[in-house]
């Protein structure tokens, strides 16, 4: 899941806008989400290597990978803050402030809620609100990649199984995200999240690259360079939304740049990179007047792996996985401060209490407890030119 | 010739009148024709040549500088059938719509000129009185640029009129610079601005007949060789009478070809040569190309005249290796359409081919391929047309009314999975055979590269055939037609040809019995584009009036005939 889940900026015109441009996201159709390709049988009809071993991707898709169904949230999305705020009401009373009539004052008193003292609100101060915990998903089923497997320092959790079937499936974020209306969706397909997220990468905002070094074999290789990069380039697209494979774009040489260098392996067709933080950039509106007061976002992925398998196609599908600090999943809300609760509903203290209730990851040596949860997206990558930055300096 | 020469004095006439422009004394009011004189007359008009929109522009920045903005719509000047865009500029006039364009451009020009961020550049003195006329400050200020827009000194009327304009403007605003601003306006509307009129001398080499005088050699060289308006010092050089000596002319000619601003030139003759106005109207089905975008379209002439500019300027090159030069320039949209990489985010980077490869010269460029193509599928036919008809300068027929396109047109017709297969079955039909046999064998070697220029390894599942030939050469895909293109004597002779014609406005049957000459002089200097420019410019048909005969023959030809 990207960092900023719920873009929403301060003030409450620029909120609107912003949850209207995710509402609506590119015109580009969903593409399944249902097989992120691990676990699959590797493909038979690979392409052959290049001659000099370079491959390149730019990422077309990068979103949670959301199970559809009614299993997962068998007591219906997790509620925005009105909604929390009528339940917890007595029928009666929930029933007065239901009609027209009572809007008014409805909305003063949810609204209430949102706002503590001395101007602070739920989603900037977070911690000063004690809100109750949010519906999780409570099937055993998600995407994700098995994080633990290596054993490290992390928290007991409930881990997942694949719709493949594969055990010891670590994505905490899933289950605390995995019922919001915003990875969900309403229609059974996909979530604003997932067009929104689409759409900030074809914009050349949090457009990635993936380069490849010293690729011998498709099938297997057992050692090769892999650049995770961002890129200011926009994606060109067809008229649907879809990225065009052959472009060109250039790994970004300005700040704030990401060039993530990992060592990874092919094994049947998949490439696996050995366990290491990943940084990623947000920008948002290039740092020109679309930018959000200077705020700028990162995914930012701890002890993270990519597992992509090859396609005969020549793009790559499969996950990014890591340990996302906590924070990081409500940060954009947080930036979007009351705009975000008021227009989009989001009660992001909720949200930080399940996030903290089910951290797996970095445990915090002082406290003991986990201060990170289990994370996955789904990537698909099509082949592209990708031009290393010149100083080739990781950052 | 007669008939092109009179509207385009009615042209002429009509603008005299609405810019309130009397034509000069020694204009005569009607075209006389060398065979109808009882002697040759200096000064004689004997051709007039519309301005292109590239001249108007080149000229308005060179006079005026980049930052002066030219908006508006230009009205193109028809193309006669198989000619050049500069041999319809010899027919050209004007419509009321079109001038009111040129009106409203002027306008805004001499607004720009005359305002306040550029006027200290143009008014080279101070008003008596800012709100009033000063005729002699006016004069100083207009005539420079008068001289430069209509290519040669003002006469002592003309000068009068302007000054007396810009006075009566002044008058009425209250504003010097305003009643300068009006006077340009009426300079950048009258025909002498927007026509190069050609005059003629009695030729001292050919009795009783004509030759262009200094005036017109000079706009013509500037033209032909820079696109642009003669420069203050060629203007001098016709006004010494240099342009008439064959050395001089030599010398100054030379100097034109090696100048930067050749490239100017360069690319106007080949934009005209090459058909470039047909891009402005190049449509493609996004759903069948995903990749042709406005980035990719706005690109494709720009490729193509950067390819040739690196190749017969910058290299020096032969022109028949345009067919198979590997070098061309990249931008990051054509990049993905070529599936090459390109390291620049933005703007061109110079990009080499491997050897051997189907993309090399320039039929292989996309540019090429998407415009000889359909808006949703490629065409051998149309591709072996424009091969025939713009690189070897041999017309091919147009296809009869009542032909049946649906087998070449069906391309999701599994039975018919190629375009060769489609097009064998098409012509079964024996009225369409003939035509075809001149184009498809060249067209179907260019199969590979579907209709936007991007490479395909088969159709509809079906490995493509890209065997091909040229009057009896056999060959396989682009690669080989580029090589048989530049084995051929047709395209050296053609391109001599079109710079005859580009030159002199003239004709391809009218320049026809220079050609072969010429293009033997080609060859000596190796094929170079300086040599053959160079030798355009310094051949003495080049200036002579054609004589009435050549009028008649070429009146009487189908083609000639059709323009009127």
């Not at chain 2, 006016?138 to 209509?150: K, S």
Request: net charge neutral.
């Amino acid at each position: 899941m990207p960092k900023r889940t719920f873009p929403l900026p301060r003030s409450g015109r620029l909120a609107i806008a912003a949850s209207a441009l995710l509402a609506l996201g590119p015109v580009a159709p969903p593409l399944p989400m249902a097989a992120p390709a691990i676990g699959e049988d590797a493909p038979r009809a690979l392409p052959a290597p290049p001659a000099d071993g370079v491959m390149g991707f730019v990422v077309e898709q990068l979103v949670p990978p959301v199970i559809q169904g009614k299993d997962a949230c068998p007591d219906g999305p997790a509620l925005k803050i009105k909604d929390a705020f009528l339940a917890q009401l007595p029928p009666d009373e929930r029933a007065r402030l239901s009609l027209k009539a009572n809007e008014p004052e409805l909305t003063r008193r949810w609204h209430a809620d949102i706002f503590g003292p001395n101007n602070t609100n739920i989603c900037s101060q977070p911690d000063l609100f004690d809100r109750p915990l949010l519906r999780t998903v409570q099937s055993r089923q998600a995407w994700g990649l098995d994080l633990d497997s290596l054993g490290d320092d992390g928290c007991a959790n409930e881990e997942f199984t694949s719709p493949h079937g594969q055990t010891g499936i670590d994505n905490q974020e899933y289950r605390v995200m995995g019922c919001t209306l915003e990875w969900r969706g309403v229609d059974g397909v996909q979530g604003d999240i997932a067009s929104g997220t689409r759409q900030f990468h074809a914009s050349g905002e949090w457009t990635q690259v993936i380069l490849l070094r010293g690729v011998d074999s498709l099938q297997d290789d057992p050692e090769v360079d892999v650049i995770y990069a961002n890129t200011p380039d926009r994606p060109m697209t067809d008229s649907t939304g879809r990225f065009l494979p052959g472009a060109s774009f250039s790994i970004s040489d300005k700040a704030p740049r990401h060039r993530n260098a990992l060592k990874g392996r092919i094994a049947n067709g998949v490439l696996t990179t050995q366990p290491q933080d990943i940084r990623l950039t947000q920008t948002w509106g290039q740092g020109g007047a679309r930018d959000i007061r200077g705020n700028r976002t990162k995914y930012d992925y701890r002890k993270a792996r990519l597992q992509l398998a090859f396609q005969p196609d020549g793009s790559v599908t499969g996950m990014l996985g890591g340990y996302r600090p906590v924070w990081d999943v409500i940060q954009s809300p947080s930036i979007g401060g009351p705009g975000a609760a008021l227009v989009a509903g989001i009660d992001c203290a909720a949200v930080l209490k399940t996030l903290r209730k089910h951290a797996d990851g970095l445990r915090d040596p002082a406290t003991g407890q986990c201060t990170a949860v289990s994370s996955a997206l789904q990537l698909r990558a099509v082949p592209a030119f990708v031009n290393d930055s010149p100083q080739g300096k990781t950052r | 010739m007669k008939m092109k020469l009179t509207l385009g004095l009615a042209g002429l006439a009509a603008l005299a009148l609405a810019s309130g422009l009397a034509l000069p004394p020694h204009a005569p009011a009607s075209p006389a024709p060398a065979a109808d004189a009882a002697a040759p007359v200096a000064g004689t008009i004997v051709g007039m040549r519309r301005l292109t929109e590239a001249q108007y522009r080149n000229t308005i920045a060179d006079a005026f500088g980049p930052e002066i903005r030219v908006a508006g719509r230009f009205e193109p000047i028809v193309r006669p059938v198989h000619e050049l865009i500069a041999s319809g500029a010899r027919g050209s006039s004007l419509s009321p719509s079109g001038l009111e364009q040129f009106d409203a451009m002027a306008r805004g020009i001499a607004a720009q000129v005359f305002g306040p961020d550029h006027r200290d550049q143009f008014v080279p003195c101070r008003p008596a009185d800012a709100t009033r006329p000063d005729a002699a400050c006016a004069r100083a200020a207009l005539a420079p640029i008068a001289r430069y827009l209509f290519r040669r000194p003002l006469t002592a009327d003309e000068q009068a009129l302007y000054v007396r304009m810009a006075g009566d403007a002044t008058t009425r605003n209250g504003s010097f610079d305003k009643g300068l601003e009006l006077a340009l306006a009426a300079m950048l509307v009258s025909p002498r601005f927007l026509y190069v009129i050609e005059t003629a001398e009695p030729d001292p080499a050919v009795p009783g007949g004509l030759r262009l005088d200094n005036r017109s050699r000079a706009a013509r060289l500037s033209f032909m060789l820079w696109n642009t308006a003669p420069n203050p010092a060629l203007l001098d050089a016709a006004e010494q009478g240099r342009l008439t000596d064959p050395a001089q002319l030599a010398a100054i000619a030379g100097r034109l070809v090696q100048s930067p601003r050749f490239e100017q030139g360069v690319r106007a003759f080949f934009a005209d040569m090459l058909l470039f106005e047909k891009f402005d109207n190049m449509a493609k089905d996004p759903l069948v190309y995903p990749y042709f975008n406005q980035d990719v379209a706005q690109a494709l002439p720009e490729q193509t005249l950067r390819t040739i500019v690196d190749h017969l300027l910058t290299r020096d090159g032969d022109y028949r290796d345009l067919f198979t030069t590997p070098h061309t320039y990249m931008t990051r949209s054509l990049g993905a359409l070529y599936r090459v990489p390109v390291r620049r985010s933005q703007g061109w980077e110079p990009h080499a081919f491997a050897p051997g490869d189907d993309r090399a010269g320039l039929l292989g460029q996309a540019g090429f391929l998407a415009m000889y193509s359909h808006s949703g599928r490629s065409s051998p036919t149309l591709r072996g047309r424009a091969v025939r008809e713009l690189l070897m300068c041999q017309p091919v027929p147009d296809p009869p009314p009542n032909v049946n396109f649906t087998a070449v047109q069906d391309v999701g017709d599994k039975a018919m999975p190629t375009a060769r297969i489609r097009l064998d079955a098409h012509n079964t039909d024996p009225a369409c055979t003939g035509c075809h046999l001149i184009t498809d064998p060249i067209g179907l070697t260019l199969e590979r590269f579907d209709g936007i220029g991007g490479f395909r390894p088969d159709e509809n599942g079906t490995a493509i055939d890209i065997s091909g030939g040229l009057d009896g050469a056999k060959f396989y895909g682009g690669s080989g037609l580029g090589q048989a293109l530049a084995k051929s004597p047709d395209t050296t002779l053609c391109v001599a040809s079109r710079a005859l014609e580009y030159a002199t406005g003239r004709s391809g049957e009218e320049v026809s019995p220079l050609v072969e000459d010429l293009d033997r002089i080609f060859a000596t200097k190796g094929f170079g584009i300086r040599a053959l420019f160079l030798q355009v410019a310094t051949m003495p048909e080049t200036w002579r009036v054609a004589p009435p005969s050549s009028h008649a023959t070429a009146a009487a030809t189908p083609g000639i005939a059709a323009r009127r």
